[in-house]
């Protein structure tokens, strides 16, 4: 019986959470936009809220979620195990995904902003979310902040960070390096 109340519990206060951050949590993200090279896209989102039916994204497995599966099991963990410390440390939640599609969605900007606010990225007191949306078959990859982080990591640094760090090396198809850099490169500028 004990159990019970506990699961439920633990329950209650999870589905609080999402529903909370589905409320709060309006993101924006990175630009980038070259006409002349369109290898990578991303694209700044203003704060809007897509509602969309759960069924349509899958769990978060943590921290990092490979779903396009372009990371060995070793990188994973790795990465992984970075940003559990980092929010352990901080209280600041930064989450990657890796997809194939964006089905329904037509753009970056509306899948991130959905799964986002599905997920409840980042502490809902404190709207300290972050999300990294990479595509290698899309080619796609996007930043987007919730309203705590984006005081500090703005739109300009975001930007700075996708072509100078990410792009480049997502280009030579080391897609590991880049992640991690990138990840290193927000970090260091979000403390």
């Known amino acids: 019986m004990m159990n019970n109340a506990i699961t439920y519990k633990a329950l209650k206060m999870y589905l609080k959470k999402i529903i909370f951050g589905v409320l709060i949590i309006s993101l924006t993200a990175c630009q980038y936009n070259n006409k002349k090279e369109d290898l990578y896209e991303t694209a700044i989102v203003e704060n809007t809220s897509i509602q ?6 899958p769990n978060p497995k ?5 779903f396009e599966g372009i990371f060995s099991t070793e990188q994973l963990k790795t ?13 600041k939640e930064l989450v990657v ?8 969605y037509d753009t970056i900007d509306d899948f ?3 799964i986002s606010n599905h997920w409840g990225i980042g502490k809902k007191e404190k709207n300290n979310g972050l999300l990294i949306v ?22 300009e640094i975001c930007k700075n960070i996708i072509d100078q760090i990410s792009i480049p090396a997502f280009k030579k198809g080391d897609f590991y390096d880049g992640t991690e850099k ?4 927000l970090i260091n500028k979000w403390d």
């Not at 943590?62 to 490979?66: A, F, Q």
């Not at 995904?97 to 329904?104: A, E």
């Not at 990138?182 to 490169?185: L, V, Y």
């Open 52 to 57: 969309q039916e759960s069924s349509q994204f």
């Open 62 to 66: 943590g921290y990092v979620n490979d």
């Open 79 to 91: 990465l992984e195990n970075r940003l559990i410390s980092y929010e352990k440390k901080t209280t």
């Open 97 to 104: 995904i890796t997809i194939d599609s964006m089905l329904p």
């Open 112 to 114: 991130s902003t959905a």
């Open 134 to 155: 990479i595509s290698k078959k899309l080619q796609k990859i996007r930043i987007s902040t919730g309203l705590g982080t984006e005081k500090i990591l703005t739109d």
């Open 182 to 185: 990138t990840i290193m490169a």
